[in-house]
């Protein structure tokens, strides 16, 4: 499977990933544990597929510390130790809310419950933002066909506002 299009190349995807990555920046600068974002937006991403997204979440998360076990684990967090009970209602938020069309009801109730008790309204608020805005991200990485394996973390940094 080759790249269908490079969005980086054009004038329109570009200004378009340059606005996307300064919305990222408010849930990076928000008090929503950076491990945790990480974590969300990697499961977000297996979830659709996006190898090029599973690659950039894979290497930040690993460039800031996170361990490989915890990785290697993300996509089978239910049957796993490694994870706090805050980050599993997390993952659980992220699964519901990116399998929309699966669960019918979306978030369930219980879910949101479990993330209200560990997620004060700023942490929620970066939470649901990560969540959609990865689910995007994911739609337009798969949609174009771009391939995980070159990324290096912080490579879009001179992107941020």
């Known amino acids: 499977m080759d790249t269908r ?3 980086f190349a054009n004038e329109i995807g570009m200004k378009f990933a340059k606005r996307f990555a300064n919305a990222g920046t408010v849930i990076h600068r928000s008090p ?7 974590l969300v937006a990697l499961r977000v991403s297996q979830i659709n597929g996006c190898g090029w997204c599973i690659d950039m979440h894979t290497k930040e998360a690993a460039a800031a510390g996170e361990t490989a076990v915890r990785l290697h684990l993300v996509a089978a967090w239910r049957e796993s130790t490694v994870f706090t009970e805050a980050e ?3 993952l659980a938020l992220a699964e519901e809310g990116t399998r929309l069309a699966d669960a019918g009801q979306g978030v369930s109730d219980g879910t949101w419950d479990r993330v209200r008790e560990h997620y004060d309204d700023d942490r929620l608020a970066a939470l649901v933002s990560l969540v959609a805005l990865v689910n995007a991200a994911n739609r337009i990485g798969v949609i174009v066909h771009q391939r995980g394996g070159a ?4 490579m879009f940094d001179g992107m941020l506002d």
């Open 5 to 7: 299009f490079d969005m």
């Open 32 to 38: 929503l544990p950076r491990s945790t974002q990480e």
């Open 88 to 90: 599993r209602a997390a």
């Open 151 to 154: 990324y290096e973390p912080g």
